[in-house]
């Protein structure tokens, strides 16, 4: 009706567990494909973090008029990146058996997660879909103190694991929910383990 344009980040399309599937809003009709710009990259589904390779899909006037733009600023993707990035698009096949092996492993590291921080009395958190993320609510333990210091929000909970058990938690507040904190389970079994492990020994602590 008022002709919005909807800006879809559709990054983490295969990296989805259980009887998820991933949907385009793209692909829900005519006409809302003509208003959407799809935005992906190859960090996430091809492994390739930092390699700093993304593309969108839009009609031909708004994709003109990125290109426009983009030729005005600075771009410049390496020559080693845009030659990989060509080839995982090209061998689907050899990909797609990569990734599913990826995303496997992911929903491994996914449970071992869940289930220790659904151990741990006092945070709360949902089994995650997709992506490989986990925010965890902490509203049972806002008000409460760790050494003399309240915990009055994500920030300074952060600050109080990283000082205080080293690890390194992101706020909440940066996704709008100050009373949640968020961890990736892209890291190794071991490395969930003992996290799990410091951050249960830290929640302990607070009076």
Same mark, same amino acid.
């Given at each position: 009706?008022?002709?919005?344009?909807?800006?879809?980040?559709?990054?983490?399309?295969? *990296?989805?567990?259980?009887?998820?599937?991933?949907?385009?809003?793209?692909?829900?009709?005519?006409?809302?494909?003509?208003?959407?710009?799809?935005?992906?990259?190859?960090?996430? @589904?091809?492994?390739?973090?930092?390699?700093?390779?993304?593309?969108?899909?839009?009609?031909?006037?708004?994709?003109?008029?990125?290109?426009?733009?983009?030729?005005?600023?600075?771009?410049?993707?390496?020559?080693?990146?845009?030659?990989?990035?060509?080839?995982?698009? %090209?061998?689907?096949?050899?990909?797609?058996?990569?990734?599913?092996?990826?995303?496997?492993?992911?929903?491994?590291?996914?449970?071992?997660?869940?289930? &220790?921080?659904?151990?741990?009395?006092?945070?709360?958190? %949902?089994?995650?879909?997709?992506?490989?993320?986990?925010?965890? @609510?902490?509203?049972?333990?806002?008000?409460?103190?760790?050494?003399?210091?309240?915990?009055?929000?994500?920030?300074?909970?952060?600050?109080?694991?990283?000082?205080?058990?080293?690890?390194?938690?992101?706020?909440?507040?940066?996704?709008?929910?100050?009373?949640?904190?968020?961890?990736?389970?892209?890291?190794?079994?071991?490395?969930? *383990?003992? &996290?799990?492990?410091? *951050?249960?020994?830290?929640?302990?602590?607070?009076?």
């Amino acid at each position: 009706k008022n002709n919005i344009i909807v800006i879809s980040d559709e990054i983490y399309e295969y *990296i989805v567990y259980d009887d998820n599937r991933h949907i385009s809003i793209a692909s829900l009709g005519k006409e809302i494909k003509e208003q959407t710009v799809v935005i992906n990259g190859m960090s996430k @589904a091809y492994a390739m973090t930092g390699w700093r390779i993304g593309f969108a899909a839009a009609s031909e006037e708004i994709v003109k008029g990125m290109s426009n733009y983009q030729s005005h600023s600075t771009s410049n993707p390496n020559s080693i990146a845009q030659y990989a990035s060509i080839t995982a698009l %090209q061998k689907k096949e050899m990909a797609r058996e990569a990734r599913e092996k990826m995303v496997k492993e992911f929903s491994r590291r996914r449970l071992l997660m869940y289930d &220790g921080l659904k151990s741990i009395t006092g945070l709360n958190c %949902q089994m995650p879909g997709g992506a490989f993320y986990i925010l965890v @609510a902490i509203d049972d333990i806002i008000g409460k103190k760790y050494r003399g210091d309240i915990i009055d929000g994500s920030l300074v909970l952060a600050d109080k694991l990283l000082e205080a058990v080293n690890v390194a938690v992101v706020p909440g507040i940066a996704f709008g929910r100050d009373s949640s904190f968020r961890l990736s389970y892209v890291t190794s079994r071991k490395n969930i *383990i003992e &996290g799990i492990k410091r *951050i249960a020994s830290f929640i302990k602590e607070l009076e």
